[in-house]
């Protein structure tokens, strides 16, 4: 594989990689900040909420976890929501969660050292958020669908849920099937766990070039990743889905466009990208994370359906990601 | 009794060798690859292997998860075998009895045969949705929220429901035509001797369907084994989580999710070793209790 730093450079194609935004730059990045593959369609885990619900209830969005306990979710079971669900507990409620927080995830720089990484979910702070999921469940202020993103989102669509967490991404297709009107915010944070938050990461996908290909292939490659994040194609395409435009120059072209002007919520995402950045807001780098992930939504699931407690669950969580990144060091090996 | 034999040997190897071929590509060279990989840690991106020894089958045997997949799989496969053969072998001896449009209720009970098990299991999923299923509201007018995805239980009621009802019209063909095959004479000797329906089926026709009941227990635990992936895949719309899975999804999930091959390889392997089991079990145990006429 060719680095896309490197492919763009040996043709000829000027490359800075703080033309990207912030929460983009360095998810796809080597260890020594080297871009390796080319962000896409990148979006990022933020809040959508039904105005006229919060309205009805008399409450804003909340910035914070601790608000939505005390006052938004009680306020809009009140007016008969179900205050909130969410698609993709491993990604908004763990991932991001520790991002938001700026709390380590995996030793070895949160994986991008190498590998003989360990992962440290099991830290305190995610488990008292899922300890309040778990309580908010069956006070009916949160609600779980299961581990179907469509399943989680439908029942916002329908008005019966008041708030959604989701993709950026998400913006494009929602915004043609609600018929309330739609906002968004930034995805909350526990102020107790930390007073200043930080950035969000990014979720999608990258181009990767494959290297051993002739010179004028690689060209051409190079030419098709300059046109891709080229400001005017990423602007339509941020435009069309809601993934986040990639670059700066692509952002200031949806501004100047006045794009956020008609479109506030359209606009979250990518501010959200660009929130203070801290220690382990970069992403993550692990082997095997497919399974890890698998076994997260499992144990999710059974903590939420009262078939576990949440210390048995990380507990569990933390031993099996890590004999799978045991595993997956022996094939590097 | 006179044999017909070949006086010559090249005759019937010639004709055996298509069906030879067949089964050593698509069998044998594949089980071979599949038992050769389950003793490697494949890379995930395709670089190469290491060899591990059995470690493959130690770190499965030793897995907690692994062991409650294997339980499931165990209940899902006798609820689904003992229902999809009961139900079928109550509505074939009731097709039986009929005269009147006969046919037509034999092929409208036989036409689910041809539904695909992925097509049943969408099927599954639009009875069982969570917010529109039929199904769903019918459970709800008994105060029972019914929720496929989010709990174990109700995901493993329509799994087998789906399950059941893709099966039992293949059952209700041998069962049907296994009655049919029962000699009149017999059952009017029966008739004679025995006014009650109940116990003349217990003890002479369900004896004559012995033979044909066994083949169908076999055929059907390998249905629920191996056939039902595309139902499980399909309720499960593609996430795993805490969902019951079985062990030939199992093998799905760990291989071509999470490109562990070595690991998947392991566990193909064992459901090989199951099937021999299962097999070596009909003919020996079964084929030789039974008497086919």
Do not use: C
């Not at chain 1, 080319?38 to 409450?59: C, Q, R």
């Not at chain 1, 507990?89 to 030793?107: G, K, V």
């Not at chain 1, 581990?147 to 708030?163: H, I, L, S, Y």
């Not at chain 2, 217990?202 to 191996?226: E, Q, R």
């Amino acid at each position: 594989m060719i680095p896309v730093e490197d492919l763009l450079n040996d043709n000829g194609i000027s490359f800075d990689i703080n033309d990207y935004i912030a929460g983009v730059r360095y998810f796809y990045a080597d260890a020594n900040d080297k871009m390796i593959g080319m962000p896409f369609n990148s979006s990022t885990p933020i809040m959508y909420f039904n105005e006229a619900a919060l309205e009805e209830a008399g409450v804003s969005a909340p910035t914070t976890w601790e608000e939505f306990a005390e006052t938004t979710a009680p306020a809009l079971k009140e007016a008969g929501y179900i205050p909130l669900s969410q698609s993709h507990l491993p990604w908004i409620f763990t991932e991001n969660f520790f991002s938001r927080h700026n709390i380590q995830f995996a030793s070895n720089n949160n994986g991008y050292g190498g590998t003989g990484t360990e992962i440290l979910v099991n830290h305190p702070a995610i488990k008292a958020h899922f300890k309040a999921l778990k309580e908010w469940r069956d006070a009916d202020l949160f609600e779980w669908y299961g581990a179907g993103w469509g399943d989680n989102q439908t029942p916002f669509e329908e008005g019966k849920v008041a708030m959604w967490l989701g993709s950026s991404a998400s913006f494009g297709g929602l915004k043609q099937k609600v018929d309330f009107p739609l906002s968004a915010t930034f995805l909350p944070y526990w102020e107790g766990v930390n007073p200043e938050p930080t950035q969000t990461f990014i979720g999608g996908a990258a181009l990767f070039a494959m290297s051993g290909k002739p010179a004028e292939e690689n060209l051409a490659t190079a030419k098709f990743f300059e046109y891709l994040t080229s400001p005017e194609v990423q602007y339509k395409w941020h435009r069309m889905t809601g993934y986040v435009p990639v670059t700066t120059a692509s952002y200031e072209l949806a501004k100047s466009d006045g794009y956020y002007n008609e479109e506030p919520a359209a606009e979250v995402g990518t501010q959200q990208l660009q929130k203070a950045a801290g220690e382990f807001t970069k992403g993550y780098r692990m082997g095997f994370y497919v399974q890890i992930r698998d076994v997260m939504n499992r144990e999710y699931g059974r903590i939420l359906n009262g078939e576990t407690s949440v210390d048995e669950a990380f507990s569990v969580i933390e031993e099996e990601a890590n004999d799978l990144l045991t595993r997956f060091a022996r094939t590097q090996g | 009794m006179k044999r017909a034999t070949f006086n010559n040997i090249s005759v019937p190897v010639l004709l055996l060798v298509p069906q030879l071929t067949i089964i050593a590509i698509f069998f044998y060279w594949p089980a071979f690859e599949a038992l050769r990989s389950s003793f490697y840690l494949a890379d995930p991106f395709g670089f190469g292997a290491t060899f591990v020894g059995i470690d493959n089958y130690t770190s499965l045997l030793k897995s907690a998860e692994y062991r409650r997949v294997a339980v499931f799989t165990l209940i899902f496969v006798a609820l689904v075998s003992f229902f999809s053969l009961s139900i079928a072998l109550l509505l074939a001896v009731k097709a039986d009895r009929v005269i009147r449009g006969a046919r037509s209720y034999r092929t409208l009970l036989m036409a689910v045969y041809a539904v695909a098990p992925p097509v049943a299991g969408f099927l599954g999923v639009l009875f069982f949705h969570q917010s529109h299923g039929p199904f769903t509201e019918l459970a709800a007018l008994f105060g029972y929220d019914l929720k496929i995805g989010v709990n174990r239980t109700d995901t493993t009621i329509a799994l087998v429901t789906t399950a059941v009802w893709n099966q039992v019209p293949v059952n209700f063909i041998f069962f049907l035509s296994g009655l049919q095959s029962i000699p009149k004479p017999v059952m009017e000797a029966a008739m004679i001797d025995n006014r009650s329906q109940t116990s003349r089926f217990w003890t002479v026709t369900f004896p004559l369907l012995a033979p044909t009941a066994f083949f169908l227990l076999v055929i059907n635990i390998t249905y629920a084994l191996f056939d039902t992936f595309g139902t499980f895949d399909v309720i499960f719309r593609g996430e795993p989580a805490n969902n019951p899975l079985s062990l030939v999804y199992k093998v799905y999930v760990d291989g071509f999710r999470g490109n562990d091959l070595g690991g998947s390889s392991a566990q193909s392997v064992i459901l090989m070793v199951l099937v021999l089991a299962l097999t070596v079990f009909q003919f020996r145990l079964i084929e030789r209790r039974i008497h086919y006429t």
